[in-house]
């Protein structure tokens, strides 16, 4: 486990694209036949990822959480972004395809991830967050999420939102999680952007190709900042930051959120003519 703190509205102005980078940007997740995961103590993020190939792995808890097992005291949610998988929780064998998601309620004892094929493995990311009472595990296939339509070609910004873990559909204490997918011609997410100040939010970026990018703006509003971000990468947005981005081609990334509320639309918009 890697131990994170996230740099506060004043040291942020003050750090160079390196320093940035080793703050807010998740690299090196997504390794074959291994567990990644990083610790925020913003809202006591957990970011990370599983890809069994020659065999499977289990979620177990580091010494650093002081828990007799992973899901002890925390809830996690599961978005498969690579080959048919499977995870298994308390014995319980859950099948997920291609962005699939599974929801995990606290005192799940054994979570067990693996691949249908070792050649076309599963790429599982997860995004965990304290809970304070047990929900059922739960499945949401990428069918059976609610699916929303925004923007315009003409904007950039075509764009279907699939809602997965929320209120009205997963029972959670916290997590709210989905994916946005962008149409074919389109470059732009989350513009104009915003702001949640009772929460944090964290971007996975998939569906790209090696030579695609995209430019995700965080920051303060009126101070802006960008990190160049590539497939697999996560960008982890504290409550006072934006999370907006545009993209050399249309691309897929995962959004999640934990904090005080669980309102998909609370949010603290940003109006074009204040950003900076």
């Not at 790429?123 to 304290?130: M, V």
């Not at 070609?153 to 764009?159: D, I, S």
Request: net charge neutral.
């Amino acid at each position: 486990m890697h131990i994170r703190y996230l740099p506060d509205p004043v040291r942020y102005r003050h750090m160079n694209t390196e320093e940035l980078r080793a703050a807010f940007l998740l690299d090196g997740l997504f390794k074959p036949d291994s567990v990644e995961w990083s610790y925020f103590e913003v809202d006591r993020t957990i970011v990370g990822s599983a890809v069994p190939v020659k065999r499977s792995l289990g979620l177990k808890a580091p010494k650093e959480m002081r828990s007799a097992f992973f899901a002890e005291r925390r809830e996690v949610g599961i978005l498969n972004i690579g080959g048919g998988g499977a995870v298994a929780v308390d014995g319980h064998v859950h099948k997920l395809g291609k962005k699939d998601a599974l929801y995990i309620g606290r005192g799940s004892r054994e979570i067990e991830f693996a691949s249908e094929k070792s050649a076309e493995p599963a790429r599982f990311y997860f995004l965990s967050y304290p809970a304070h009472r047990e929900y059922p595990v739960q499945k949401v296939s990428r069918a059976d999420a609610e699916s929303q339509k925004l923007g315009s070609p003409e904007g950039a910004n075509q764009r279907t939102i699939h809602k997965m873990i929320l209120p009205g559909k997963v029972q959670s204490c916290q997590l709210v999680m989905g994916f946005t997918e962008l149409a074919a011609g389109s470059v732009w997410n989350t513009m104009p952007p915003h702001t949640h100040d009772r929460r944090n939010e964290v971007y996975l970026y998939f569906d790209m190709d090696e030579n695609s990018r995209v430019f995700h703006l965080f920051g303060l509003p009126q101070e802006t900042r960008h990190l160049v971000v590539s497939g697999g990468q996560a960008v982890v947005s504290p409550s006072w930051s934006i999370h907006s981005g545009v993209g050399t081609g249309a691309y897929t990334f995962c959004w999640g959120m934990g904090g005080e509320n669980q309102e998909f639309s609370d949010m603290d918009a940003v109006q074009m003519g204040d950003i900076r």
